[in-house]
Each structure stands twice: as structure tokens, then as C-alpha cells.
């Protein structure tokens, strides 16, 4: 199956992150991309890219920790995110200075990118990958931005989950809302990553916090004009025990095998 046009692809973008513009109502994207970023990586002073942004909140971070970060994004209603959060800042000298390291968010093709050979020391997307027929090529574009000894975070939805079954049924009635999507096993996102030159520094992945289930039922709720709380039972009993056992699972590497998205922390050499 191919992706659709590029013309199509906007549009449903567009579509989408204009359906998002309250983000108090958006979950944020897996937390590990942003812990995994910061603990292998010292940000004070590193030119970052973050491709297909979305609110890009994850770049907004590592600016805050010191990096000078670029937003990339193919959607206009994106980017128009990303300001409304800019402009959303508190007036502080912190923000002041944060300001001055975001350039102006930039609307251009991943698979194309307008920057020199060897320039960022990290370039990181996440939920990206799964959408186009051709991601190695999306990788080697990745490969020629970064510098040596520079590192690319890619963060993906995993194989083996009810995610996937549920998207393929979708898929199939033509329902799913980005037209098409693939998924990958750790082994398989390792590959790509190596294929294209980068070595396996570190590899993660999380569970979906809530669950895959319940999200989806809010979704649903709030279709009908129900607005179900976004973590429910949050700072409960029931909820810190539940989390600190399934950061103990994701210890081990199995684990991965079973959670929501997955990710590859690769070094070019």
C-alpha cells in the first residue's frame, strides 16, 4: 500500500493538529523520549532538530535544558501550535531566554531538510517513522544532518500490541485517521537504525499511561460531548503503585515486546 500524496498528507495533518489546538486536552507524547534525551545527552549549548514536531512540548524542554533546538514540522497548523505555545510563555527572564534560542518553527519536507551536511548534534522524532513506505530513506536524510559523533532518537509504535490490531481493522475500512501507518518490533527499528550507520547506544519503550483502552473510551466520550478526566485516579495509591511496576518491567528488554512504542537512541560513527 503507498502513503498518500504529499497534498493529501498536509491536509490531513492540518486537519488533525487543528483539532488539537486545546492542549489541555492532548496527552503528551511517551515521556521516555524526553528522560532518554537528557540522560545520554548534555544539552547546554547542542543544536537539536526535532522532526515532525507536532506541539513539539518535548523541544520546548530541551530548550529550557540549554539546547538550541529547530522545529520541523510538514503541517501550517503545527507550527501555529508551536507559536501559540511560545507566545503562551510566562514574561520571565528564563523565557526571555529560552525565546532567543527557538528560531522561528520551520514548515519543510523531513525527507528534504534545508540544512547542511554535519550540523545537529541530535535530531529526534517521534510517531513519524510509521508513517511513510520509504523510512530508511527518512533515516539517511537524518544520517547526513547530524554530526559525527552526533545522535538520532526515534521513537515508533510498536508490533505487538491491541494497537495494532485495532489500526489494521481501521485501515482496512478506510477509517483510520492518517490514511496508513506501519509499526515495528524492537529488532526490527535497531535494523533500520544500524542499516543506515548508526550505532545502538540505548533502547527503550513504555506503556501507554493510561491504557490504549481507556484513552480510547475518552476519545469516544468526548465525540458525544462526555469529557472524561484525562488521568483518572491520578496521585492515587492504586496509581503510583501501577507505575513504579511497570518502570521496574521496563527494565528488561523483553518488556518491550509488549509495550505501546518503542524507541532506538543510535550514535553515527
Not at 489546538?21 to 492532548?26: F, G, P, T
Not at 527557538?102 to 551536511?117: I, M, V
Not at 496508513?180 to 545502538?200: D, N
Not at 547506544?201 to 475518552?218: K, Q, V
Request: proline share 6%; net charge positive.
Amino acid at each position: 500500500m503507498n502513503t498518500p500524496s504529499k497534498n493529501a498528507q498536509q491536509i490531513t495533518w492540518d486537519e488533525f493538529w487543528k483539532s488539537k489546538q486545546d492542549l489541555n486536552k492532548v496527552y503528551p507524547s511517551s515521556p521516555t523520549v524526553l528522560k532518554t534525551a537528557l540522560k545520554h545527552i548534555p544539552m547546554k549549548g547542542k543544536k537539536v532538530l526535532e522532526v515532525g514536531a507536532g506541539t513539539a512540548r518535548d523541544s520546548l524542554a530541551l530548550c529550557q535544558a540549554g539546547a538550541q533546538v529547530v522545529i520541523l514540522d510538514f503541517s501550517a497548523q503545527s507550527l501555529s501550535l508551536v507559536q501559540k505555545q511560545i507566545k503562551a510563555l510566562p514574561e520571565t527572564t528564563l523565557s526571555h531566554q529560552l525565546i532567543s534560542r527557538l528560531p522561528q518553527p520551520l514548515r519543510a519536507d523531513a525527507f528534504r531538510t534545508p540544512f547542511p551536511d554535519n550540523y545537529f548534534d541530535l535530531v529526534f522524532h517521534q510517531g513519524l517513522l510509521e508513517h511513510f513506505t520509504q523510512p530508511l530513506e527518512l533515516l539517511k536524510e537524518n544520517h547526513r544532518i547530524l554530526k559525527h559523533g552526533g545522535y538520532l532518537l526515534c521513537d515508533v509504535p510498536q508490533t505487538y500490541h491491541i494497537y495494532t490490531l485495532v489500526k489494521k481493522i481501521l485501515i482496512f475500512l478506510d477509517r483510520w485517521f492518517a490514511g496508513w501507518e506501519t509499526q515495528f518490533t524492537p529488532k526490527e527499528l535497531r535494523a533500520l537504525s544500524e542499516q543506515v550507520g548508526f550505532k545502538t547506544i540505548h533502547t527503550y519503550g513504555d506503556w501507554m499511561r493510561p491504557s490504549f483502552a481507556y484513552r480510547t473510551l475518552r476519545e469516544i466520550c468526548l465525540k458525544i460531548g462526555l469529557n472524561l478526566p484525562k488521568y483518572p485516579l491520578k496521585d492515587t495509591l492504586w496509581d503510583r503503585t501501577k507505575d513504579q511496576v511497570l518502570d521496574y518491567m521496563s527494565s528488561y528488554s523483553a518488556s518491550q515486546y509488549t509495550q505501546l512504542t518503542i524507541g532506538v537512541l543510535g550514535q553515527k560513527i
